[in-house]
């Protein structure tokens, strides 16, 4: 056997031995004498009842004995990266540690924090989010344990020999495993561009471990070395401390008090027996999709003896703990990290987690919050990630709000599902596209719209995958390319060297997308919400200029100076004033509102133009009025307290050093070299906009207002410097108009507008009564007049204006012994029929022969009728005829 990646020295000197797997074809070292590689479904899982460690360790003494290990070798421990990955435009969130190095390590952009080093990174994954609860071994919050070298030229760490060496130590001295149960399976990696060679580690049936050996990667030309290669190992930490306890699911390993606490209050003792079971077909089953969730169930009915009902009675309120269990603590970090739960990018899997979680609380019919159950995971995690300590109110806070928006849905759900409901043809059930639309619109889960309509639903099994496939990636920004050089020439960015400059001189080197690009240039282009800079160009107007590349683009009015000409600029210094101001003050307010309103509070996008500005920030709500005020008072004290603003460029490992990942507040920023803004003790960001030197040049700060713009995105419109004066005065001269309209000084308005409404009420009033006296006359003089049948009077009646007929013909037939008939003029005119009770008359069928000269319709009781419609100018012949109609309808 030759031409293994693996003849390591480590192996040879231990005395491995290298065997062919006869059920996979897999190759595999050990030093035990196994006939197969050891992974599911070679073999199924041997630990549970027996654990292969000579030590009980909890997940958070598992961690500890990892990391310090590892220590102890000479790896430099690394704080977790936070599970929203800002630092990446490509995907949302961490799911892997090494997506902490990616690109920016990896690409040889920074140094990474140690080398080697170890972490235990928090993560999260939702393409297996159906199954959670139900295997015993998928989680969408996890956390993995890793060491990572990183060996460039002349800087060589360790590879593959050290790799496995350190990793056989760890599981034999460390956790007291028999080093003739390690199994080490070759195999080959490959994923985000890169590939190597890589070893899984299996324990007693478990893969605990992998160990990749990045030194590829792939380009246009095909697969080449890499120039840097790089250990990159991943360790289950909750696998581990399964295996260590021995017991019969990963999540009765891992999830610690919170899992006995939901236990006792929903009095569920599963049979030990049935889990153990469980797990081991469920570990043996490779999981693709909701059938393997049913083969696992019915497989384990079968080798237990029992019924596939009576396995559900044991494992189904399980399942729901177990969901609970999980979803709480990866809300509590995504929360805790930044996320606000709402429709849209990683607010909507926080939702999704928020809306499951609940639905299992309310399956479990369990009279809890399920912000209760996320403040125990905090107890439970805060010694170990302390921020948790620190943002413990915020991260409650949101659960609440999200969990009483879920209530209101559910009030709603009923009609809703009603509604799509009655348009089905008989026997048919709703198509999936409008359950999705349900939950995504309307943020019910499909589960309880089965409740509403059992007969109508069915709920594949696979649905949350589904929809989080949706929402997996972020949206591709897409680039506009015109005509361009295939490299961008270079312009040397003078506003940055001095901000005051306006007057500069530069030669043009190109012409970019019909606009002139200049070696240098003062000229401030487009970018980080902050609008371009005008000006003159050798006195032709500059109307707008923008950056691609490298290059700042100018486009002028006219015709363009040639290549190579000198030209002379000038910059339009009061609106770059202005827009410094705005900017500067996007930065003060994201700063106080995070303060004043918690840590999920970023910036969602801004935009800065000189007469008005505004920021959006992430927050669950619109602000109060007194939130507003608040917001506006505290903004305006970092004015008046003049703090410097500090503006360095930084090297990006430097900067996250001192400031943390809010940095990007703006999205990710490419480079070695981020340009950092800092205001002094308030906030600091990656920026490329022009600021401030001290906070007291933005001068007054306005609100003018705040809305929410978005689920979970609030906007605050605002302005600063000359253009707040200039609202304020705008104010001032609206309050002044207002009162030389009412011949009061402003002061005086409140009582005025008061006394204008009470006299608008007086007179209301007056109307209402003049109007009662009108009818009653009216009323009065019509009886009076009219022609009788017999005894019955019969008044015919065109209604005058001011008067109100409904009244009238109420009024009318409360006179024994009369029908009254009112005609109605207008677009649409109406004819009402009464009569009093005394009088023998069907007033429907009066109206509807009265009806037939206008040709319209109506209907009504017997002693009051009436209608409308048809030939409006056809009403005086209506009522012309009225009084023959009723005397023959009365006679006959
Ligand atoms: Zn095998
Ligand atoms: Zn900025």
Wanted: aromatic residues 8%; proline residues 5%.
């Amino acid at each position: 056997m030759t031409g293994s990646e693996f003849d390591l020295a480590f192996f040879k000197e231990q005395g491995f031995k290298r065997t062919q797997c006869p059920k996979c074809k897999r190759y595999f070292w050990s030093l035990g004498d196994w006939a197969t590689c050891g992974e599911p479904p070679c073999e199924e899982y041997t630990f549970i009842g027996h654990s292969p460690m000579n030590q009980r360790l909890t997940l958070h003494e598992m961690r500890e004995a990892y990391l310090s290990f590892f220590e102890e070798n000479g790896h430099g421990r690394v704080k977790r990266y936070p599970i929203v990955a800002r630092w990446r435009d490509d995907v949302f969130f961490t799911q892997a540690s090494i997506y902490d190095f990616q690109p920016w390590v990896l690409n040889g952009v920074i140094e990474p924090p140690f080398n080697p080093l170890t972490i235990s990174q928090t993560c999260v994954r939702f393409n297996d989010i159906d199954n959670v609860g139900k295997t015993g071994r998928h989680f969408t919050f996890f956390e993995m344990c890793a060491h990572h070298a990183f060996n460039k030229e002349g800087r060589f760490i360790y590879f593959k020999d050290r790799t496995v060496e350190l990793c056989h130590r760890f599981f034999t001295e460390r956790l007291g495993t028999d080093p003739g149960k390690m199994r080490y399976v070759e195999e080959w990696w490959e994923g985000g561009g890169n590939a190597g060679p890589c070893v899984e580690v299996i324990l007693d049936g478990v893969e605990v471990a992998t160990l990749v050996f990045m030194m590829y990667r792939d380009t246009p030309e095909g697969r080449k070395p890499m120039e840097m290669t790089v250990v990159d190992t991943g360790y289950g930490l909750e696998r581990m401390t399964w295996v260590s306890q021995g017991v019969s699911s990963a999540y009765e390993a891992v999830f610690g008090p919170v899992v006995e606490w939901l236990k006792g209050l929903a009095c569920v003792r599963p049979d030990p027996l049935v889990l153990t079971e469980y797990s081991k077909v469920a570990g043996a089953t490779n999981m693709r999709t909701a059938a393997d969730v049913r083969r696992i169930r019915e497989t384990t009915a079968e080798r237990i003896g029992i019924g596939y009902e009576e396995l559900m009675r044991t494992v189904a309120p399980l399942e729901d703990i177990y969901v609970i269990c999980d979803h709480s603590r990866a809300l509590m970090l995504m929360l805790n990290d930044g996320v606000v739960p709402s429709n849209v990018r990683e607010g909507y899997f926080a939702r999704m987690l928020v809306r499951r979680a609940l639905r299992s609380i309310r399956s479990l019919d369990l009279d809890i919050r399920l912000a209760e159950v996320v403040s125990r995971q905090i107890d439970h995690f805060q010694d170990i990630f302390p921020e948790l300590r620190e943002n413990r109110e915020d991260i409650l806070g949101l659960v609440q709000v999200e969990e009483d928006r879920y209530f209101e849905t559910l009030g709603r759900g009923k009609q809703l599902v009603d509604r799509l409901v009655k348009d089905l043809r008989e026997g048919e059930k709703l198509p999936v596209e409008r359950l999705i639309e349900l939950y995504d619109s309307h943020g019910l889960n499909p589960e309880i719209a089965k409740e509403f309509a059992p007969d109508r639903i069915d709920v594949p099994d696979n649905f949350y995958i589904q929809v989080a496939a949706r929402h997996e990636r972020p949206e591709a920004a897409t680039e506009a390319s015109g005509d361009r050089p295939e490299r961008m020439p270079e312009t040397r960015m003078l506003y940055y060297e001095d901000p005051e400059l306006v007057e500069f001189e530069g030669t043009v080197i190109a012409e970019v997308d019909g606009g002139v690009v200049l070696d240098q240039t003062a000229f401030y282009p487009e970018g980080g919400g902050q609008e371009w800079d005008l000006g003159t160009l050798d006195g032709k107007k500059v109307c707008r200029v923008i950056k691609i590349k490298t290059a700042i683009v100018h486009f002028v009015e006219g015709e363009n100076p040639r290549i190579g000409a000198k030209v002379r600029g000038t910059i339009d210094l009061e609106r770059r004033q202005q827009l410094m101001r705005h900017h500067t003050a996007a930065h003060l307010i994201n700063g106080v509102a995070r303060t004043l309103f918690g840590n999920h509070v970023w910036q969602a996008g801004a935009h800065k133009a000189v007469d008005q500005a505004r920021l959006d920030i992430t927050h669950f709500e619109n602000l109060s009025t007194e939130q507003r005020d608040l917001l506006e008072r505290e903004v305006n004290r970092v004015v008046l307290q003049d703090r410097p603003v500090h503006i360095q460029f930084m090297q990006r490992d430097q900067a996250e050093r001192l400031h943390g990942y809010r940095l990007y507040q703006g999205g990710a920023v490419p480079g070695k070299v981020i340009r950092v803004v800092e205001v002094e003790g308030l906030d600091a960001e990656a920026c490329g906009g022009l600021h401030c030197s001290h906070t007291g040049m933005v001068g007054p700060v306005r609100i003018a207002r705040t809305k929410r713009i978005q689920d979970g995105v609030v906007r605050i419109e605002y302005t600063a410097g000359m253009a707040a004066v200039a609202g304020m005065q705008a104010d001032k001269r609206l309050v002044e108009g207002l009162g030389d309209m009412l011949n009061v000084p402003a002061e005086g308005l409140p009582e005025a507008v008061g006394r204008l409404q009470e006299e608008l009420r007086e007179q209301r009033k007056g109307i209402e009564r003049l109007s009662a006296a009108l009818n009653e006359l009216s009323v009065k003089a019509l009886v009076g007049s009219a022609p009788k049948v017999g005894p019955v009077r019969v008044v015919v009646h065109e209604a005058l204006p001011g008067e109100d007929p409904e009244e009238m013909s109420k009024r009318l037939a409360s006179v024994p012994g009369t029908v009254a008939v009112i005609g109605v003029p207008g677009e649409r005119a109406r004819l009402l029929v009464s009569r009093s009770s005394d009088v023998k008359l069907d007033c429907r069928k009066a109206l509807k022969r009265m009806m037939a000269v206008m040709g319209g319709g109506g209907g009504g009781k017997p002693d009051f009728a009436q209608g409308g419609g048809g030939d409006a100018s056809r009403l005086r012949d209506a009522l012309a005829g009225a009084f023959e109609i009723i005397s023959k309808e009365i006679e006959g």
